[in-house]
């Protein structure tokens, strides 16, 4: 236990949906990452957070929409997806974003797009 | 091209043997860390290194930093079944300022 959750484990979607993935973070952390996990690929940063604003956006496409509400809470909303969006989404979160910042990482949810 | 280029991509072995697997780049890192990241799990981290030179031990784990601060190996001595998992690196290159870059992954099974 990393104390970062993440909800859902499994998502199955079709392309067409709308969905969220939720992340939660009980560490008293001020910064959280989103990350795409695809096989034999190194782990792909999304998006960071720190203390709830958007510092970083490395070029992800629209359909995948982040947001946190609070320094806890951390949600990625998913729309009109393609099949090669599949993966294991990770979150994470880290005591600050700065240099050196040790992340722990939540269990991911396995996403698959059809 | 990747960033940092891990090897073996995948590394079956029998419980007891020895092992080493390596993280290497052409870029000088701040720091390089390791981790393990287990089936429906997220990655866990073992450790990180940051001085050129850097010898860290954890049990029977060995992590190295090269002199250069350009690569890193990890070496297992008397691998366990425990042990079986995705072993990552990952380093804040000083051209990338603090942005944490992964490589690709060691795919480990020991085998008992």
């Known amino acids: 236990e990393t104390g970062v959750t993440q909800t859902p484990r499994h998502l199955v979607m079709g392309m067409t949906n709308k969905k969220s993935l939720k992340c939660e973070q009980h560490l008293g952390h001020n910064a959280m990452y989103w990350y795409k996990q695809s096989a034999k690929k190194p782990l792909e940063l999304m998006f960071v957070y720190s203390l709830e604003e958007r510092v970083e956006n490395n070029s992800v496409p629209s359909r995948f929409s982040p947001e946190c509400p609070n320094s806890s809470h951390l949600f990625l909303h998913l729309h009109t997806l393609q099949p090669e969006d599949s993966a294991l989404y990770l979150c994470?979160?880290?005591?600050?974003?700065?240099?050196?910042?040790?992340?722990?990482f939540g269990p991911g949810t396995r996403l698959t797009v059809l | 091209t990747q960033l940092l280029e891990q090897s073996p991509q995948f590394l079956s072995i029998q419980e007891g043997e020895n092992l080493t697997v390596y993280c290497n780049s052409s870029?000088?890192?701040?720091?390089l860390q390791w981790y393990r990241q287990e089936p429906g799990e997220g990655p866990v981290l073992l450790v990180t290194?940051?001085?050129?030179?850097e010898v860290k031990k954890l049990k029977r784990l060995t992590f190295q930093f090269g002199d250069a601060r350009k690569d890193s190996s990890l070496h297992i001595t008397a691998a366990q079944p425990g042990d079986t998992g995705l072993y990552l690196c990952a380093g804040e290159p000083l051209e990338y300022g603090n942005k944490l870059v992964f490589g690709a992954g060691t795919i480990l099974r020991v085998k008992s």
């Open positions: 994470a979160s880290s005591q600050d974003s700065g240099q050196s910042a040790t992340q722990y």
């Open positions: 290194v940051v001085t050129g030179g």
């Open positions: 870029s000088v890192f701040s720091s």
